[in-house]
């Protein structure tokens, strides 16, 4: 990781009034993967229009490539960059006219574009639909021939607003491995909104949480998805177990259920806390927790099977709710069973309760 | 009703047989309305596209206005083009009054909104992303704009088609500006309204089937491209 390639500050978009984007600062690594996550209607898609110069914010100011962004490098600047939109957009032409677009606002030689799209295509595995209507394939390959648009314009900064959002899931899995190879093989700078959380964390390095305009928390996948920094980001990174508690005697607790020591990152003389755990970090057996695992037993209150997973809600003082793979566990959990529920304490995520 | 009959069966004699004054009215109608036509295009494409593309204060009333002037009284449209080409008027110099320029000029002016408001239109109903994208793609206004007007041009070609339609079905301001004057200015509607007010039936009616027969043939051609618009939507 090298020096900022994208630094926005103060950067904020109004529609008659109604603020879609709320002043907010940015700095985005050459080469890093930079994921965007956040409820539909957050403002991702505005944000990422005005990082890519097609839409105007209504203040604040960018610098691009070492450059601010103004009325007279824009041009410039936007030639260095792509974007990706969610609805897959192909002009009433060939595959191969439709690649070549970029390069012919460019003013490139026709040779040169002939071959720049030839070996786009080929690199993609899209040769054969060369000269097809564009229109005709399916929306997999349509959102690939897209991308192969931007690529044959090199980009060095690509935004990419929800690619996936209108795709199957083998499709998507295709174009997220050709959005890994083009940072790992040209060291091209991704943005990537999603509001998939799980797609954030498999394609960033960095994943910034965007809620109502403005961005809530930037971090690693690891701080974002484990140590939340609201109820709010908690619930929408999908932890499942938020409750409300106070500190007693050095402990965390809720609803006479004890979950750790207080927590050296709890500073101050903090008394009522927010604590989450993932449902996935919780253990569960028939038979009793052992090692070093904090324990309670409950009751199921219901279990359901959720794809190769079972979801089971146990009521132990807290209402927790837990994963478990149901190949491995095998097991039935009829409600009104008695069961035994365990986490380890560094799992547990402990925040002041501000509300 | 011996009259009509009658006068239908001379109708069709006369087109058959290839009257020379029909052929020379109904090729003039046509000239007029296709000249207009094309220049009305040429015009009004391009600053429909321009309204289309800029934001501005006062777009969404350009258009209300545009969309109002799609109902322009086409008498209203003589009398102005007439105060502009007679020979007290701006343009008296030029010696356009009763010339079929004088008439070109004015169905420019009565279907250039049409085809300004279908255009914006048009290219409103292509997906915003479809804009975004060649924005993004780094293409200047006039290339976007190129792209785009390509993508939705099944729509502006109807337009173009609805606007030769209201050109060569109208009668005010080309009877206003052109004088209806026989082997000059005379054209398919002036000429039906002068047959009717003089009687001769047979006339109006061989002129009013071929004014028609152009009318099925624009209607036609609209609902093909109307078709194809849909087809591309649907794609």
């Known amino acids: 990781m090298s020096e900022d390639i994208l630094t926005v500050r103060g950067l904020a978009k109004s529609y008659s009034k109604k603020e879609v984007v709320r002043p907010l600062d940015l700095s985005v690594k050459k080469g890093e993967i930079l994921a965007i996550i956040g409820p539909s209607g957050a403002g991702k898609s505005t944000l990422m229009r ?39 957009v192909l002009f009433d032409r060939t595959v191969a006219e439709n690649v070549e677009l970029g390069l012919s606002y460019r003013h490139l030689p026709k040779i040169e574009r002939g071959e720049r799209v030839a070996a786009i295509l080929e690199h993609m595995g899209l040769s054969r639909f060369a000269e097809r209507g564009a229109r005709t394939l399916s929306g997999g390959e349509g959102q690939r021939i897209s991308f192969a648009r931007v690529l044959v314009t090199r980009p060095e900064i690509l935004f990419l607003d929800e690619p996936t959002a209108n795709l199957d899931p083998v499709s998507t899995r295709i174009l ?44 690693s996948a690891d701080e974002v998805f484990y140590h939340p920094i609201s109820g709010k980001v908690a619930k929408f990174v999908g932890i499942q177990n938020i409750f409300t508690g106070h500190v007693r005697d050095g402990e965390v607790v809720s609803s006479q259920v004890s979950f750790c020591q207080v927590p050296v990152s709890l500073a101050g003389n903090v008394q009522n806390v927010q604590i989450m755990l993932r449902a996935e970090d919780i253990a569960l057996s028939k038979t009793g927790i052992t090692g070093d695992r904090r324990s309670v037993s409950g009751v199921v209150i219901s279990s359901a099977r959720s794809g190769a997973f079972l979801e089971v809600s146990v009521n132990a003082g807290c209402l927790f709710t837990v994963i478990v793979p149901f190949r491995q566990t095998g097991d039935v959990y009829a409600p009104g069973e008695r069961v035994w529920i365990g986490w380890r304490s560094d799992v547990v995520h402990v925040i002041p309760d501000t509300s | 009703m011996g009259e009509i009959s009658d006068g239908f069966i001379e109708a069709v004699t006369l087109i058959v047989t290839l009257n020379p004054e029909i052929l020379e009215i109904a090729g003039r109608s046509l000239y007029v309305s296709v000249a207009a036509t094309l220049v009305a295009a040429l015009v009004a494409i391009p600053l429909g596209a321009l309204i289309y593309y800029y934001d501005f204060r006062g777009k969404r009333a350009v258009i209300n206005i545009v969309q109002t002037l799609y109902a322009l009284p086409t008498v209203i449209v003589g009398l ?44 409103t109903g292509l997906d915003k992303e479809m804009k975004y994208t060649t924005l993004a793609l780094n293409a200047r206004a006039y290339r ?45 509607t002036t000429a039906i309204t002068l047959n009717t007010s003089m009687g001769d039936f047979a006339m109006s009616i061989a002129l009013g089937i071929i004014l028609l027969t152009i009318a099925l043939i624009v209607n036609l051609g609209v609902n093909v491209l109307q078709h194809y618009n849909g087809r591309v939507k649907d794609e």
């Open chain 1, 176 to 219: 997220e491995e050709m959005i890994i190879r083009e940072n790992r093989e040209n060291k091209t700078t991704i943005i990537i909104n999603t509001h998939d959380q799980a797609q954030g964390q498999r394609l960033a390095d960095r994943i910034a949480v965007m809620m109502d305009g403005t961005f809530v928390q930037i971090g």
């Open chain 2, 80 to 123: 102005l083009v007439y105060l502009l080409v007679s020979y007290s008027g701006p343009l008296g110099s030029l010696n356009l009054l009763y010339t079929t320029n004088a008439m070109i000029i004015a169905q420019v002016i009565l279907v250039s909104p049409l085809i300004i408001g279908f255009t914006v239109a048009g290219l």
């Open chain 1, 50 to 88: 005005m990082m890519d110069t097609i839409e105007p914010p209504s203040q604040g100011e960018m610098c691009i490539f070492g450059e601010p962004v103004t009325k007279h490098s824009v041009h410039r600047i936007r030639g260095r960059m792509g974007m990706l939109f969610q609805k897959t």
């Open chain 2, 144 to 188: 976007a704009l190129l792209t785009l007007v390509r993508e939705a041009k099944f729509a502006i070609l109807s337009a173009v088609v609805l606007a030769f339609g209201r050109a060569i079905a109208e009668v005010g301001a080309v009877m206003m500006v052109g004088g209806n004057i026989r082997h000059f200015t005379r054209t398919l």
